[in-house]
Every structure is written in structure tokens, then in C-alpha cells.
Nanobody
Framework: VQLQASGGGLVQAGGSLRLSCAVS????????MGWHRQAPGKQREAVAI???????NYVNSVKGRFTISRDNAKNTVNLQMNSLKPEDTGVYYC??????????WGQGTQVTVSS
């Protein structure tokens, strides 16, 4: 399975971006999908995940601002990011774990939020 992330870019604080991750196989049976980010000099952290039943979970710092969603018809997992802050800057990676298979990571997309 291959993942292709897109939608990153440069935005001013308070702005919005929408990340999308296209998956080369059906995500209908995916156990877990999510977005992680790695800021300069920091460890990669999980930002948002969505599990097979549709439940979502977010790191505290993005709750109320970010929304993760899945589109089974298009085989995409998306991250809508609103009210962006400079501390949201980093490389964002999508991750998909299809049923019975190891997690796979996308190549990352850069998000830069200027103050």
C-alpha cells in the first residue's frame, strides 16, 4: 500500500489548511488512520487518529481546531486544520494500518505557520 500526502504549505497564524492522504488500496477495512507531525528538534507526535468504528482522538493542543475524517469512496484520510498557530509548524505524516497489516507511512508534507 502507498500513501500520498498533499495540502501542506505556508499560512499565516489564524489561517486554515486541509491535508489529504490518498491511499492506493481500499481503506474500508482500515483499523487505524491518522496524522502525525514532527516539529524541528522535536519527536514525532500523533496529532489525530480515526479508528475503524469512526471514533476520533486528538492531541490536546489541537482539540477544537483540527478535524480528521475519512472518505471510503475516495480512499483518503483528511485533516482540516483551522485557527493555525506557529507551534503547529512541522512535517505532517499520514499513517494507515489496514486490517491485519503493519502500519504504513506517507512521505510527509510541510506545514509552516507564520506569526
Amino acid at each position: 500500500v502507498q500513501l500520498q500526502a498533499s495540502g501542506g504549505g505556508l499560512v499565516q497564524a489564524g489561517g486554515s489548511l486541509r491535508l489529504s492522504c490518498a491511499v492506493s488500496e481500499s481503506i474500508f477495512s482500515a483499523n487505524v488512520m491518522g496524522w502525525h507531525r514532527q516539529a524541528p528538534g522535536k519527536q514525532r507526535e500523533a496529532v489525530a487518529i480515526i479508528i475503524s468504528g469512526g471514533s476520533t482522538n486528538y492531541v490536546n493542543s489541537v482539540k477544537g481546531r483540527f478535524t480528521i475524517s475519512r472518505d471510503n469512496a475516495k480512499n483518503t484520510v483528511n485533516l482540516q486544520m483551522n485557527s493555525l498557530k506557529p507551534e503547529d509548524t512541522g512535517v505532517y505524516y499520514c499513517m494507515v494500518a489496514l486490517k491485519g497489516r503493519a502500519p504504513v507511512w506517507g512521505q510527509g508534507t510541510q506545514v509552516t505557520v507564520s506569526s
